[in-house]
T-cell receptor, first 116, second 107 residues
Framework: NAGVTQTPKFRVLKTGQSMTLLCAQDMNHEYMYWYRQDPGMGLRLIHY???????AKGEVPDGYNVSRLKKQNFLLGLESAAPSQTSVYFC???????????????FGAGTRLSVL | GQNIDQPTEMTATEGAIVQINCTYQTSGFNGLFWYQQHAGEAPTFLSY????GLEEKGRFSSFLSRSKGYSYLLLKELQMKDSASYLC????????FGTGTRLLVSP
């Protein structure tokens, strides 16, 4: 059982380049999330999805787009990368958002992105 | 983190007990999680409190006081592998993460 898998693990981009981060979960979870983690700051929510075909903005959505075409996959896109997007990106999933054990979020191993 | 306060760093000795405190904004409260994050790794779930009181799970316990906006994580019989960051997290669907407390366990 793989849980939550993120690809790639590392990436270096030049300013203005685009890329897509892939997140896949095999736990049949409804909810999926994308976070970024920067030194001295807590994890911040970029976008999230409450089910296949749905997406919503989180705390820091600017410069990112997402898609959830299949229940098990949640893609994060950077259309024109900027140095401010240098960060560690984590994907997470949960059974639901209804509270209690159903809202425990399971995280992928992270993607370390540098934008030069 | 948004209105979540926890110490930046703590140190303790192997075999000891350590308590990591967290205070949070009480408005709109709907649950308090603790996650563990080893350096360079993903956060992993430790505990969840929604009602006042103590939840015990092996060497780890978590306490919640909703009226005071206060929680703590208690780690007993510390081991070297407990050296990690401990994240206090508030919320349900959209979680709000504290910046974490880095715990250093020495021999």
């Amino acid at each position: 059982n793989a849980g939550v898998t993120q690809t790639p693990k590392f990436r270096v981009l030049k300013t203005g380049q685009s890329m897509t981060l892939l997140c896949a979960q095999d736990m049949n979870h409804e909810y999926m999330y994308w976070y970024r983690q920067d030194p001295g700051m807590g994890l911040r929510l970029i976008h999230y999805s409450v089910g296949e075909g749905t997406t919503a903005k989180g705390e820091v959505p600017d410069g990112y787009n997402v898609s959830r075409l299949k229940k098990q996959n949640f893609l994060l896109g950077l259309e024109s990368a900027a140095p401010s997007q240098t960060s560690v990106y984590f994907c997470a999933s949960s059974y639901s958002g209804q509270g209690g054990a159903k809202n425990i979020q399971y995280f992928g191993a992270g993607t370390r992105l540098s934008v030069l | 983190g948004q209105n979540i306060d926890q110490p930046t760093e703590m140190t303790a000795t192997e075999g000891a007990i350590v308590q990591i405190n967290c205070t949070y904004q009480t408005s709109g409260f709907n649950g308090l999680f603790w996650y563990q994050q080893h350096a360079g790794e993903a956060p992993t779930f430790l505990s969840y409190n929604v009602l006042d009181g103590l939840e015990e799970k092996g060497r780890f316990s978590s306490f919640l006081s909703r009226s005071k906006g206060y929680s703590y994580l208690l780690l007993k019989e510390l081991q070297m592998k407990d050296s990690a960051s401990y994240l206090c997290v508030r919320g349900f669907q959209k979680l709000v993460f504290g910046t974490g407390t880095r715990l250093l366990v020495s021999p």
